[in-house]
């Protein structure tokens, strides 16, 4: 008997994004029973669209110590993959940890990873102006998929302020949200005190 194929469509990926949620207890079953489709059938869907994110393993002192060592020297790939973590957890870490490369931002599939979304969903943002971002220049020929994108911190911020509600805050990663919009909420404390009186 022929195994059966289960297909995927924009109507059934967006149903999938509005509704999935790992944290909420039999909510892949409802959705299985919506679509008719088996629940593994829904949990591998999500995790393809980077819907479901398993929790990081805790950071030893050594795995800090070698980032901080090694982040100006060395690329996030290399680095994930010699720390046995994904791009965007070395890329949250330093960013944790107060370390920098001269040319950090987010590609596509990174800042998909951290809010929880498909990097085709980032990709129409960009395409559509939506999400200000900017070619790497690097030399990927279009073979290789071609020249990838570099988001800034501030693009994310900007994306979000003025298309809050198109982000599924519940899927977001709330550390580096956290660490992402810190310092314009202190900036705009400090613009909003009011001055003293000569």
Known sequence: MPKKKWFWNESTDNLLRRNYDSSVKGRSQVIANRLKVPRWVVNRRAAALGLSRPKDRPWSVDDESYLEANLHRTSIKTLARKLARSPTAIKLKAKRLGVRKHDEGYTACSLAEALGVDPHWVLTR???????????????????????WLITDEGVVEFLRDHAYEVDLRKVDSLWFMDLVAPYLQRDSIDQRPTEAA
Request: proline share 0%; hydrophobic share 20%; aromatic share 0%.
């Open 126 to 148: 960009i395409r559509s102006g939506e999400l200000r971002a900017i070619h790497r220049q690097t030399q990927r020929t279009i073979e290789q998929g071609g020249d990838s």
